[in-house]
């Protein structure tokens, strides 16, 4: 993968390089662990450049034993800010860089959840190339299609376990954060899915606290795998039919919305020319659009709309 242009020749040169290198570091484990776990499919791996500074690798599976469709992808871009991010996305400055692994997985089980995942770290520069901004962002949040509490609480014990030596309130707000960010607010403020952790814009005091956050970032990554892996293990045996398979689609089809119409990162990438293959590679193959399809009440479909209408508290 190309490397950011000369040009930037800040104090964050060398911090920005070990950032690159964690994050190729984990989309490698990441798509191992998948792959050995799936057993018939494997990622394949596509590797592009953007014309207007830097690129990316992207990591695809699909129609294997217990993914339909996945991808894990990493990008290293950069370039000047245009009036349109400007507009769009509240940000000055004249030059910026941006590097992160975004994924989701959506496994072919009904009783398997999607997940998604994205960990960046964004930089601006004034025309001097001085750094103006930086900040990191993340999070990675579960999306099941029938509700297991004991999956719901592995998953958010995964991440406090992971946050809390940074802080006792880092969970508790950064899941508060999740919960309020990935709903459809045009489907009555209905959550996507059961939740986990966000956040966006942790600016580094100084250097210092650049190499906590760095830290933090770290633990949260490398929490993904042990929080998401036992779930798909626990459930991707489980038989299903056709009505599961029909909830599914339902479901996913909310998962377009979200990320169509309200994901940031999605409407970044878009706006700032970004790969289009790679960002809508969050889309899953099958989706359905039911109109006014209510589940029957007290059913495993309803317990799940429920959950996803009224944000809970998985761990006591």
């Known amino acids: 993968m190309s490397q950011p242009e000369p040009l930037y020749k800040t104090e964050t040169h060398a911090f920005r390089g ?17 792959g050995d776990l799936d057993g018939k ?3 394949i791996t596509d590797e592009w450049e953007r014309e207007q500074g830097g690129g990316g690798r992207t990591r695809v599976i ?11 992808n990493t990008s290293v871009v950069w370039g000047r800010v245009t009036d349109t991010m400007r507009a769009q996305l509240k940000i000055e400055g004249d030059k910026w860089f941006a590097c992160g692994l975004s994924l989701v997985i959506h496994p072919l089980n009904p009783y398997v959840p999607t997940t998604h995942a994205n960990w960046r770290y964004f930089e601006l520069y004034d025309e001097a190339g001085n750094v103006c901004d930086r900040w990191f962002g993340g999070g990675s949040d579960l999306t099941p299609y029938y509700l297991f509490e004991e999956d719901a609480r592995h998953f958010h014990q995964s991440f406090k376990t992971a946050m809390d030596p940074f802080g006792a309130d880092y969970y508790p ?7 309020e960010y990935f709903v459809n607010k045009h489907r009555g403020g209905e959550m996507r899915g059961i939740g986990g952790v966000f956040y ?8 210092a606290d650049a190499e906590k956050l760095f830290a933090f970032q770290q633990a949260n990554g490398n929490a993904f795998l042990p929080a998401y892996v036992p779930v ?17 689609e339902i479901r996913r089809g909310r998962y377009v919305e979200f990320n169509l119409i309200h994901d940031r990162g999605t409407l970044f990438g878009l706006k700032t020319n970004g790969r289009t293959e790679s960002i809508l590679m969050s889309l899953p193959p099958r989706a359905r659009w039911g109109y006014n399809y209510q589940p029957a009440d007290g059913s495993p479909e309803a317990e799940l709309l429920d959950a996803c209408k009224r944000p809970r508290n998985w761990i006591e």
């Open 18 to 34: 070990q950032w690159i290198g964690f994050i190729l570091d984990l989309q490698e484990r990441i798509c191992t662990a998948l």
């Open 41 to 43: 499919a494997a990622f």
């Open 62 to 72: 699909s129609n294997g034993r217990v993914f339909e469709k996945g991808g894990v």
């Open 173 to 179: 707000r950064f899941k508060k954060w999740c919960d």
């Open 200 to 207: 966006d814009h942790l600016r580094p005091a100084d250097n």
């Open 232 to 248: 798909v293990e626990r459930r991707m045996n489980t038989p299903y039919g056709e009505k599961e398979q029909e909830w599914q």
